[in-house]
């Protein structure tokens, strides 16, 4: 019964996962709660990415892969399928959400004034070795201005249409409930403009930057001016079966507008939206969502190249399935391999040379 | 009559895992792949708990399909006990309470990653293929959209160029495992990479095979008794691996796709890679009542 003795697979799966459990100890809600609390910005990555906001859920997944944000994503994204789709909430409008940073690169000033808001982009990077000898770093209270900020602030690109540099959109009506749903149907191309903001929106953040990155440096056709980066807290207005229309909270959002100068009718822009705070995709999204129109194909900026070599939990996945076992299309290439070089032989007499490698389709 | 007298109890989950929208419109898009054999059918492909790549194509049209009166093999490579074989069949008996099995012959679903079983299905069978990449014009056409027009338009001169360049170069078709055939005439598909060995099985066989690939959202289908060809030439026959005289170290079976298995010493042994038709095998050669069913391949060549 040797044969049937190897049969080891069952046991050693479970051990292996129990190993790298093992690492992570025990897993309660006070460590998922100072996930929440301590790592803002990695709960919101990770919320974008996995197109699920819930904060508690980011971080218990946080929590149970060890950090893991490709099988954090991975775990939140399949506990998602499996949740209903409710309702389509009201649309929200940039100049209508809660906004917390609103900043503009194209004007030193613009109408309702640059917003800084929480940012470290002027902090100096100097590591706080101080901590670790036990001198706990306590951010110092924040100074209320005189007069507080408006909640709201009015579009850039209201301004930009009024003054004739912008095409207004070109809106294609469509029913609240009718809007192409990417987790309910494929992305095909030339993609839907939903599904295409849809695809940014949950995409992977180095991914897009890395992309997006490299249509910065000139691998694209337009250069991105951030015409408005906004972090805002949007309302999520939704539908009362009685027909009452009520706000259900608010979501953090993070939008991108860029806009380029070169065109022949005036500014074009690229947007890219998500949830959550995450300046760095929304930038690079938006960047890579204004150079695909024209793009060709194959270019690192089109938006076929661009939407399926981001999706996060596909690329992660076909990543790690490499180190599955695949002897036996191994095999058939060996056995391809074998013949050809004894058909050499048979020809030159000698082992002959090596055959050209084929380029095999990814398995 | 109360509203929780008519409602289902409350579960984590669906049966079968998936929800019910999500298997209607699988099951749609599996009545459109058998349809129009081997053309690949978009669909929105959910993410399912095992990781893509490994298997999540497939694992959808499995918990689609599966029923509690269904019995369930999972093969990678052609072996049950391989690691993440046993990953899926442990879920698919945890969301679906079906039995699970290693026999071919007990099993009304067969999922497999790679490999067709060497005993041969019969009607009422189904096998499940996990598909890393539906696109047989991948090679030649990495763009999606470009290679749909392609097979819009029975556009295939640039696989044949392939196979001819390859002629040209080596003497011989160079390619190993997924090798393009056509279905029912007019497809061009990639039957999975299984080896060229398997890919006759497809032709004209009594069994539903439904190819899916999570990752890429494709569904395909070979529908029984469907013509699927390997493309060759007329004058250059389609040449399976050579394996129809090696024999199995470990059950002394003969004529069946084998794994090599290199050894110290330079050398190297086989085993059969339909790891249950070995076991049996080995219990039938110690004496047990073991039925082995009929074969595709007898002798090392495959049977009429």
């Known amino acids: 019964m040797a044969y049937v003795a190897t ?146 602030h009015p579009s850039l690109a209201a301004w930009q249409q009024a003054q004739g540099l912008l095409q207004p ?88 507008e860029v806009v380029t100068t070169r065109g022949k009718d005036g500014l074009r822009l690229g947007f890219c939206a998500t949830l959550g705070w995450n300046e760095i995709k929304v930038i690079a999204g938006a960047t890579l969502d204004l150079n695909a129109p024209g793009a060709a194909k194959g270019s690192p900026v089109e938006q076929e190249f661009v939407l399926y070599h981001t999706e996060p939990v596909e690329a992660s996945g076909f990543c790690i399935h490499f180190k599955l076992p695949h002897y036996v299309t191994f095999q058939s290439a060996l056995d391809n391999l074998r013949a050809a070089r004894a058909n050499a032989a048979e020809a030159w007499g000698a082992p002959g040379p090596a055959p050209v490698p084929q380029e095999e389709p990814a398995e | 009559m109360t509203l929780s007298d008519l409602a289902r109890p409350w579960r984590p989950f669906s049966y079968g895992f998936l929800d019910a929208s999500a298997k209607r419109e699988i099951r749609r898009k599996l009545v459109k792949a058998i349809a129009v054999p081997g053309c690949q059918i978009p669909y929105a492909s959910r993410e399912v708990p095992i990781a893509r790549g490994w298997g999540t194509g497939g694992l959808q049209v499995t918990c689609t399909l599966v029923t509690p009166g269904d019995t369930v093999k999972v093969i990678d490579q052609g072996a049950d006990d391989s690691v993440n074989a046993a990953s899926i069949r442990r879920f698919l008996a945890r969301v679906s309470g079906a039995a699970t099995t290693l026999d071919t012959t007990e099993a009304t679903l067969i999922q497999s990653r790679h490999r067709v079983p060497e005993e041969r299905l019969h009607a009422g069978q189904t096998l499940i293929l996990q598909v890393p990449n539906p696109e047989p014009l991948r090679p030649v056409m990495p763009d999606m959209s470009i290679a749909r027009q392609m097979h819009a338009d029975a556009d295939y001169g640039r696989l044949w160029l392939v196979l001819y360049e390859q002629m040209v170069r080596t003497g011989r078709v160079m390619l190993g495992a997924a090798y393009p055939s056509l279905v ?121």
């Open chain 2, 184 to 304: 029912n005439g007019r497809h061009v598909m990639t039957p999975s990479p299984i080896p060229r060995w398997d890919v006759p099985k497809l032709h004209m066989a009594d069994h539903l095979t439904i190819l899916s690939a999570g990752r890429e959202k494709r569904i395909f289908a070979v529908p029984p008794h469907t013509r699927v060809e390997p493309l060759v030439f007329d004058d250059v026959p389609y040449r399976v691996e050579e394996h129809g005289s090696l024999t199995c170290h470990k059950s002394g079976l003969r004529g069946y796709f084998m794994n090599e298995l290199p050894q110290p010493d330079g050398t190297a042994l086989h085993e059969v890679s339909d790891s249950h038709l070995g076991e049996k095998a080995i219990r039938r050669a110690e004496g047990e009542d073991v039925r082995i069913a009929e074969t595709w391949y007898r002798n090392g060549e495959l049977a009429p």
């Open chain 1, 7 to 152: 049969r080891g697979g069952e046991r050693a799966i479970e051990q292996a996962e129990r190993l790298y459990r093992a690492r992570m100890g025990t897993i309660d809600a006070a460590r998922v709660a100072e996930i929440e609390a301590a790592l803002p910005a990695l709960v919101d990555r990770v919320m974008g990415e996995a197109s699920l906001y819930a904060r508690d859920l980011a971080a218990l997944a946080l929590a149970q892969t060890g950090g893991d944000i490709y099988e954090a994503l991975l775990l939140l994204r399949a506990w998602r399928t499996t949740q209903p789709r409710l309702q389509v909430a009201e649309p929200i409008a940039p100049d209508g959400t809660f906004t917390h940073r609103r900043i503009s690169a194209a004007f030193k000033d613009i109408p309702g004034g640059q917003i800084l808001g929480p940012t470290l982009d002027y902090a100096h990077r100097l590591l706080a070795t101080e901590v670790l000898d036990g001198m706990p770093h306590v951010p110092p209270p924040v100074t209320p201005a005189e007069a507080p900020c408006h909640a709201t």
């Open chain 1, 169 to 256: 959109p070109d809106p294609v009506a469509v029913d609240r409930n009718e809007i192409p749903d990417l987790t309910r149907e494929p992305l095909l191309f030339p993609a839907k403009r939903a599904h295409s903001l849809q695809s940014l929106a949950r995409a992977d953040t180095g991914g897009l930057l890395s992309l997006g990155y490299s249509a910065m440096r000139g691998y694209g056709n337009a250069h991105p001016t951030v015409n408005e980066l906004r972090l805002s807290e949007a309302e999520l207005r939704v539908a009362h079966p009685n027909g009452t229309v009520f706000s259900a909270g608010r979501v953090p959002v993070s939008q991108a």
